[in-house]
C-alpha cells in the first residue's frame, strides 16, 4: 500500500518562502513521475509541477521562475521549493506519485500567503 507524507506548508507574508516535502512508502515498485497538486478554495485541483524519475520538471504557468521541485530517488522523496510566494498560491498543497501507472496523493497540507 503506497503511503505518502506531506511535511512543512503554513503561513507565510507575500514575498516569503516555504519549503514542503512528501515522502513515498510502501509498495514503491515502479514510481515514477512525482509531484504537487493544489486546491484553491472554490476551485479545482490544479497542476503545480510534476518532476520524472530522470530528474525532468514541468511547471505550471503560474510558478516558473518561482517554484522549484527536486527528488531524492535514494529516499523517494520529493520536495517544492517555493519562493516569491503571492496570496493566490494559498492552496492546500497534495502531493502526487504514479507507481505503475495508478496515482496516489497525499493527505494534503495548507499553505496560507497574506498580503
Known amino acids: 500500500q503506497v503511503q505518502l507524507v506531506e511535511f512543512g506548508g503554513g503561513l507565510v507574508q507575500a514575498g516569503g518562502s516555504l519549503r514542503l516535502s512528501c515522502a513515498a512508502h510502501g509498495g514503491l515498485f515502479r514510481l515514477n513521475a512525482m509531484g504537487w497538486y493544489r486546491q484553491a478554495p472554490g476551485k479545482q485541483r490544479e497542476l503545480v509541477t510534476t518532476?520524472?524519475?530522470?530528474?525532468?520538471?514541468n511547471y505550471a504557468d503560474t510558478v516558473k521562475g518561482r517554484f522549484t521541485i527536486s527528488r531524492d530517488n535514494a529516499k523517494n522523496t520529493v520536495y517544492l521549493q517555493m519562493n516569491n510566494l503571492k496570496p493566490e498560491d494559498t492552496a492546500v498543497y497534495y502531493c502526487?506519485?504514479?507507481?505503475?501507472?495508478?496515482?496516489?496523493w497525499g493527505q494534503g497540507t495548507q499553505v496560507t500567503v497574506s498580503s
Open positions: 502526487y506519485a504514479s507507481v505503475m501507472s495508478t496515482d496516489h
Open positions: 518532476i520524472t524519475i530522470g530528474g525532468t520538471p
